[in-house]
């Protein structure tokens, strides 16, 4: 989504106006700065691995600064184990500060009733945290729940935090990674890509990436989609993504990103770029 040109508009006429009671000897009474601008859309996407107090802490800043609170609403659907996976990550979310939690139902095959709960837990929530498992899974879940992606959309829309780890990363790009093909070759058809959630359309998004040496199949997937840049995201390190453009790298270890340099050759040509802790980058 793009909101720049409707915010240039919107410069371009209140400075016409200006123009135009200054000249007329009128005035005009400040506007709160700010007042008109859309929510921030934010995504917190981690590698996988250990889900650090520093990140999660950085989460909880966000929201509090944000909405003034943190609830957050797990969704597991990812997993083959969801209640064990829960509890792994409520341990490490209140680890980080982040103490008002609740849990989707284990199972995507929901009732009516169960389905109107969660379009309310979603609506209550601030952040919605999509754990690790499969991510081929959590999509099938999601397609099979049309109202829940709705609702989920136009929470992102409304500037709430979607955070996901391992699988829950994967997800979040529009071109998704499945984890299935060959990773010991590159070549345009060697691995596996579904369509994902589509948080962001410009990247696709890897996790576990330096620790499970992911670079063939990152290179795979841009070969078979060279308009698309490359983020590996390594364990225990999150990007940290505002409005689909703007990212902060937080954790222990890298992100590398992959671009194609866009130069007429007969030869695919990347330039990769690694960034750590507290560095930026726009997509």
Same mark, same amino acid.
């Given at each position: 989504?793009?909101?720049?040109c $409707? ?8 400075? %016409? ?12 009474? =400040?506007?709160?700065?700010?007042? $008109? ?12 691995? #250990?889900? &650090?107090?520093?990140i ?8 509090? =600064?944000?909405?003034? @609170? ?12 969801? &209640? ?15 103490v008002?939690?609740?849990? =989707? +139902? ?10 109107n709960?969660?379009?309310e =837990?979603?609506?209550?929530a ?12 959590l ?14 959309? *136009?929470?992102?829309?409304? !500037?709430?935090?979607?955070? !996901?780890?391992?699988?829950? &990363?994967?997800?979040m ?11 010991? @070759?590159?070549? *345009? ?16 998004? #890897? ?18 989609? +060279?308009?698309?840049? !490359?983020?590996?995201?390594? @364990? ?11 990212? @902060? %790298?937080?954790?222990?270890?890298w ?16 330039e ?12």
């Amino acid at each position: 989504m793009n909101f720049r040109c $409707a915010s240039a508009i919107g410069l371009t006429l209140l400075s %016409v106006l200006f123009q135009f009671l200054a000249s007329a000897g009128g005035s005009v009474s =400040a506007m709160p700065i700010g007042s $008109a601008q859309p929510p921030s859309r934010v995504l917190v996407a981690i590698g996988g691995g #250990d889900r &650090t107090p520093v990140i999660i802490s950085k989460i909880r800043d966000i929201s509090t =600064a944000t909405f003034g @609170e943190s609830n957050v609403l797990m969704i597991a659907w990812a997993s083959e184990e969801p &209640t064990a996976m829960l509890e792994a990550v409520s341990r490490d979310l209140k680890l980080g500060g982040l103490v008002d939690l609740t849990s =989707a +139902p284990l199972t995507a095959q929901l009732t009516p009733a169960q389905v109107n709960s969660m379009i309310e =837990a979603i609506r209550r929530a601030q952040i919605i945290f999509f754990t690790g498992g499969d991510q081929s899974q959590l999509m099938s879940a999601l397609n099979s729940n049309p109202s829940i992606v709705s609702e989920i959309q *136009a929470a992102y829309v409304a !500037g709430k935090i979607m955070v !996901g780890t391992s699988a829950g &990363t994967a997800f979040m790009s529009h071109v998704m990674l499945t984890g299935q093909g060959a990773e010991d @070759e590159i070549s *345009a058809n060697s691995v596996e890509t579904i369509d994902g959630f589509g948080f962001v359309t410009q990247c696709v998004f #890897d996790q576990h990436f330096l620790k499970r040496q992911r670079q063939n199949r990152m290179l795979s997937v841009l070969l078979k989609n +060279p308009t698309l840049t !490359g983020v590996g995201i390594d @364990e225990a390190t999150a990007v940290i993504l505002r409005n689909e453009h703007q990212a @902060e %790298v937080i954790g222990r270890s890298w992100v590398s990103v992959f671009r194609q340099n866009g130069q007429a050759s007969t030869r695919a040509s990347f330039e990769l770029t690694l960034f750590k802790s507290s560095e930026r980058f726009d997509l």
